[in-house]
């Protein structure tokens, strides 16, 4: 798709969101809500059993992979699996640019908020930012938006700028897990060490699939004097 035809689409889509009465985006059902009660329902929620490194839904706390694998977070979690009704919902906020899909996938977020495992762990959140090249292209940063709403319904503190992108990254779905590595080799910067120095993070993105952007973001924090880091994303991919 050209630039042009995607700018169209993207334009028409917003106009679309606006004009027309609302429908679930994943399933077309009519209705006020842009993702359904019914889809909602479908949603494989993570909960408490989960791996406490990797956020990979598991009954033993330490799950198989992450016996020989440490990261540079202190712990993970997920609201849901990234699959079905999950996955398209996040498709349509992230490249179908329909941003009326980031109220119900916060709100899924806050709800499955794991307050135990987060309790008075969380000083500050930080969203994985997008490099500015891509904010222009994109429009916004899905993980800065998710991340606002979830903050305001749990009233926490949010540093939407203190984390920056230094460099551009190819797309980590192409590549395989030593290259993920090497294409996220210092491609984080603390813009203000002084924001995060002594502080527990809450570091918040949109899917962990590897664990490789969460990682080295989370080693940026670390290196500028962060505490702690935990992970909180929307979706895990498993
Ligand atoms: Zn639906
Ligand atoms: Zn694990």
Redesign the pocket.
């Known amino acids: 798709m050209t630039k042009t035809t995607a700018l169209a689409r993207d334009l028409w889509n917003g106009l679309l969101d606006l004009v027309y009465p609302a429908h679930?985006l994943?399933?077309g059902?009519a209705g006020d809500d842009y993702?359904?009660a019914?889809?909602i329902e479908q949603i494989d929620v993570i909960g408490e059993q989960h791996c406490i490194r990797c956020a990979m839904p598991c009954e033993a706390p330490i799950c198989n992979d992450c016996r020989n694998q440490l990261y540079e977070f202190e712990s993970a979690a997920s609201a849901g699996v990234y699959e079905g009704v999950l996955r398209k919902a996040l498709h349509a906020l992230k490249y179908d640019r329909h941003l009326v899909m980031v109220e119900p996938l916060a709100d899924l977020m806050t709800r499955c908020f794991p307050r135990r495992q987060f309790s008075g762990k969380v000083d500050v959140v930080v969203p994985i930012p997008i490099h500015r090249c891509r904010m222009v292209d994109r429009g916004f940063n899905q993980s800065l938006e998710l991340s606002r709403r979830m903050c305001e319904r749990l009233s926490l503190p949010l540093e939407p700028q203190v984390l920056y992108k230094t460099r551009r990254t190819r797309h980590q779905a192409d590549l395989s897990q030593d290259q993920r590595v090497a294409n996220l080799r210092c491609a984080f910067g603390v813009s203000n060490p002084n924001i995060v120095a002594g502080k527990q993070v809450l570091l918040v993105d949109d899917v962990f699939t590897t664990g490789s952007t969460l990682n080295e973001a989370a080693l940026a924090l670390k290196n500028a004097g962060a505490q702690s880091v935990h992970v909180y994303t929307l979706s895990r991919s498993v």
């Open positions: 679930c994943v399933c059902t993702l359904c019914n889809c």
